[in-house]
């Protein structure tokens, strides 16, 4: 691996005026020696970070840095200007400038290094090296931290620290920084053991704090605020112990230490991953540059809580995107998760309310949708009234359902301040009657509103009501216009040719779009390409009167979905030692989850076997699928396997269907089975338990 800094990136005479010019000439050196691929592109991605938040710093220091797919290797420059350049501090320009360079996909030892840097940086006696040192390659070996003692010295003016010794060695920290990644800091220890020494010598405990750090690049003020508030805690007597979500390592603190604690601090500029594990305690929530610049302050104001009684209520769980906690995820892979987080708030809606209007229907007779409102008629010895009850509240509920679809679209891109935009604009959609489709784009359009108002820069004194008042003001109007004016009519014209087509919908088109919905249920067991499959059919039926083809397409998905996990139970039953034990006993639990609809039953087999449970899964459920929709069997509930049969149209064909699509796929679960050695006893299937079981119990209402 090659140096990070070398004298050639190093500048002590940097002549730039601005942050602009700063960061141009410290990259051109980086071009010159390969580590930068595409100049403009680079500073671009510079420029798009300190967009984000100003990266100067209290103490003259100005880190402009940035992930950048144009970086060949983590690199740093850096340079020494006397004239001084403002990078955003609130106490004036910098005179020391660092750029950092890293790779997209840069290795957590290479992060490690560049967070020890950034720790370094909140150390008095580094940075007065820095300045006094008068050759470029003893400021590359002052950085790197493998400046000798002595050599340190001579650049150093007489009474000054050496900042090449060990406590300023970024080696070293980069030492410190890597304990930190499992909870250990060499700093925190030594705050731990003096606070605790004093303590045990006044007869009390120090105050205790965790905290939690992060920034949007994970790479320099994540570690800079947390040795700021380590070194402000040190001062102040106080334990404290950071986790660093950054880029070189992400360990939650341990259990007991979070228990322990008597306040939190969270300095961070993209959300805290798993906050929930902090709530109860008292807690303050800053930007992390006040955790770099007020570090004190910021323990002051914790004790004062804490002495006070205030504490923090349990919060919400994080987004789909920030439990991923992958800030380098692709859109689609994004997407596809926002999309996920409006269905899987959609589904209890569903559900509740297909159930509730199916039992509404089997309960008062068909009739029942025209029956006037109980709240002017109701008789409670009538079973037609009681039908009609259900069956009104489950109208009530499937009218939710757009909007919480857009809601929570928006939700899962831009948290809580999309719900409000998302929630008008699908509520819009079905004004406009652009339906299932309107929602889709409404929460998609919310959510991004929501983003690129809170990029916009605003006045202190307005921010404690951008998330009450400015924010679902400003979005809900932007929302609601184009939603009423600009792209509702096409797409309410678009749901129009799509209901059109599935209503003309007869024959071997039928046929077909039932196996093609069969596929789709049994190729990933729940997963997203089951959930489009489910969701499309869902959509047709949350009306209060679904056309006769969406009730088709609901039974067929069903139907569809029940196959695998019957099917395995099957198999486990006729040819059992073809199966591990463990299998055999999962077989046995498939045979309800298979009745109930819940495809889930058969991932353990699928876990164990993929390539043979898979397809013939697949096929199993294209045989079903296609068989439902010629005989014309019709669900309007959303869920309930077996257990709704006396609510489905052609009741006894259908099962004849699911019938069929089981024993193809035990027939060819069994073939291909026996043409492989038999699996050793026990063996097999211990790991998908878990997943079944983890998957199951977190499972929606449906069982898509």
Partial sequence: MSEMITADLVDLDLSAETKEAAARALAERMVTLGRVTDLEGFLADVAAREAQMPTGLDGGIGIPHCRSEHVTEPTLGF????????????????????????PAGADDAH?????????????????????????????????????????????????????????????????????????????????????????????????????????????AHTYMAAESLENAGREAGVEVVVETQGSAGFTRLDPAVIAAADGVIFAHDVPVR?????????????????????????????RGKAARGEVSAGSAPGTPVERS??????????????????????????????????????????????????????????????????????????????????????????????????????????????????????????????????????????????????????SAAIVGFLMFVVIGKPIASAQKGMTDWLNGLTGTNAVLLGALLGLMMCFDLGGPVNKVAYTFATAGIAVASPSDSAMKIMAAVMAAGMVPPLAMALATTVRGRLFTQTERENGKAAWVLGASFISEGAIPFAAA????????????????????????????????????????????????????????????????????????????????????????????????
């Avoid at 001579?154 to 009474?159: D, I, K, L, Y």
């Avoid at 509520?427 to 652009?434: K, Q, R, W």
């Avoid at 005989?631 to 009741?651: D, E, K, M, S, Y």
């Fill in 79 to 102: 340079g020494r200007s006397a004239a001084g350049i403002d990078f955003g501090a609130p106490d004036g320009p910098a005179d020391l400038i660092f750029l950092i360079a890293a």
């Fill in 111 to 219: 992060l490690t290094i560049l967070s020890s840097l950034a720790r370094q940086l909140m150390n008095a006696e580094f940075t007065s090296a820095l300045r006094a040192v008068d050759d470029a390659a003893a400021a590359a070996a002052l950085i790197r931290g493998d400046e000798s003692p002595a050599a340190a010295a001579s650049t150093v003016p007489e009474g000054t620290e050496s900042a090449g010794g060990s406590k300023n060695s970024v080696a070293v920290s980069a030492a410190a920084s890597a304990d930190t990644a499992t909870g250990t800091t060499s700093d925190t220890t030594d705050t731990t053991s003096d606070t605790t020494a004093d303590a045990g010598a006044s007869g009390e405990r120090p105050f205790r704090i965790v905290a939690v750090t992060s920034c949007p690049t994970g790479i």
């Fill in 274 to 302: 798993d906050k929930d594990r902090f709530a109860g305690k008292p807690t303050v929530d800053v930007g992390v540059k006040a955790g770099i610049n007020k570090p004190a302050e910021l323990i002051t104001e914790v």
């Fill in 325 to 474: 906690g992958d800030s380098a995820e692709g859109y689609g892979t994004k997407l596809r998760k926002w999309l996920m987080s409006g269905v899987s708030y959609m589904v209890p809606f569903v559900a509740a309310g297909g159930l509730l209007i199916a039992l509404g229907f089997a309960i008062g007779g068909y009739t029942v949708n025209k029956a006037p409102s109980v709240m002017d008629h109701f008789v409670w010895t009538q079973a037609d009234s009681w039908g009609a009850l259900l069956f009104q509240i489950g109208v009530v509920s499937f009218g939710f359902l757009v909007p919480v679809l857009a809601g929570y679209i928006a939700y899962g891109m831009a948290d809580r301040p999309g719900l409000v935009p998302g929630f008008v604009g699908g509520a819009i959609s079905l004004t406009i009657n652009a339906g299932f489709l309107g929602g889709l784009a409404a929460g998609l359009i919310a959510g991004g509103v929501v983003i690129g108002i809170q990029k916009v820069k605003i006045p202190a004194a307005l921010r404690g009501v951008m998330p009450v008042v400015v924010i679902p003001l400003i």
């Fill in 609 to 704: 076997d993929p390539l043979r449970v898979i397809p013939s899964a697949m096929v199993g459920g294209a045989v079903t699928g296609s068989l439902s929709m010629a005989f014309g069997a019709t669900l309007r509930a959303p869920h309930g396997g077996i257990f709704v049969v006396p609510l489905i149209g052609n009741p006894f064909l259908y099962l004849i269907a699911i019938a069929a699509g089981v024993c193809v796929t035990t027939a060819l679960v069994v073939v291909l089975k026996g043409m492989r050695k038999q699996a050793p006893e026990g063996t097999g299937a211990g790991v998908a338990d878990t997943a079944i079981a983890a998957k199951v119990d977190s499972k929606e209402p449906v069982a898509a």
